[in-house]
């Protein structure tokens, strides 16, 4: 057993005790976490390793690689979930490696639209496709009819999370 995932159990275990049969949308939610966490390490990981990558700078390659006219960097804060003082360090250093080109539209200066360079298309798509055979991998021992399952069971949480909040909405 991976020691990351011996330490998410033992939280677990901490929190609910062993025999873990109370508070059922509490075990639920920490087992969800967990896993996330799990996987998002991992995936940190092999990024700065094999592409001197790191996840925001991933997640920020996603959503231009999605729109190829480019994002504000306000929509990208959204989108993200990044502050915009972030965004825009973000951006600075994928410019400096190329990747990324600032552009005023229409010669607004009030206005910076951020969009992948060739390079940046490039280097996103062989990410994204390393990014699809890691996660691959992790669920490998999982069937994917349970995959397919679990995709629904959760989206039913997450929908039911979503009709109790009360403040903001993410997607």
Known sequence: MAEAEAINIDLEIIVHGAQGRSKPELRLWLRMLSTTKLISQEIRRRLRAEFGATLPQFDLM????????GLRLGELSKRT???????????ERLEADG?????????DRRVTVAKLT?????????MATAHESWLQEMMA?????????LWSEIGAVKNS???????????
Do not use: C, W
């Open 62 to 69: 996603a959503q231009l690689y999605r729109e190829k006219e």
């Open 81 to 91: 979930m990044v502050t915009n003082g972030n965004v825009t360090g973000l951006v």
């Open 99 to 107: 990747y990324v080109q600032r552009v005023t539209p229409d010669g």
């Open 118 to 126: 060739e390079s940046g298309m490039t280097f996103f798509a062989a």
């Open 141 to 149: 021992d999982v069937d994917p009819q349970m995959i397919a399952t």
């Open 161 to 171: 999370a979503s009709n109790h909040l009360s403040g903001a909405v993410f997607e």
